[in-house]
């Protein structure tokens, strides 16, 4: 790969895995896919979803309201989760074997108790930066491509936004995979042919050097 070249690894963590609470169905497989595409890459960076106990996305936190249900917050329509990733416990950790020791960086993202963030830019507000933008840009990266959990959420509004602001995107379809939530999926393939995200197979990064 480029020099130029960064691959950014979303939330990997248990509670995304079977057995986990918010649970990505065959989550897991993509462990082995990125640690095979993580040595490939001369740089990667890492998000993990980071929340307080109590956070607002939770549907706990709102009386008589079921997960997966959306509720409207002052950002917008938020789907409320199970309770997930919370800050410091086993369900946020890293999946066991995620080989993530050449990780440069590790972006934790939803630790704001009233906002979201799927995206490792911005918060589900849209506008509050995490600072992986000027990461990026002031380390010279140009392409950025994208692997972990989900594919239609976390995934999908990370890679949006990195083309939003100017980078190359490319999502590696097989080494992520998607919750499908209400269509999710299906708005997330359908978004990412309209943005200018760009869609790989795992096979086929390697020969996308240089
Ligand atoms: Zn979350």
Redesign the pocket.
Known sequence: MRETDILVVVDVQNDFCPGGS?AVPEGDRVVPVINRLAGQFAHVVLTQ?W?TPG?L?FASAHAGRKPFETTELAYGTQVL?PD??IQNTPGAAFHAGLDVNRAELIVRK?FRSGV???SAFFENDRKTPTGLGGYLRERGFKRAFFVGLATDFCVRYSAEDAARLGFEAVVIEDACRGIGANGSMEAALDSFRKSKVRLAQSSSVAREAA
């Open positions: 918010l979803d929340h956070h996305s989760w997930h990733c939803g979201d963030s799927y």
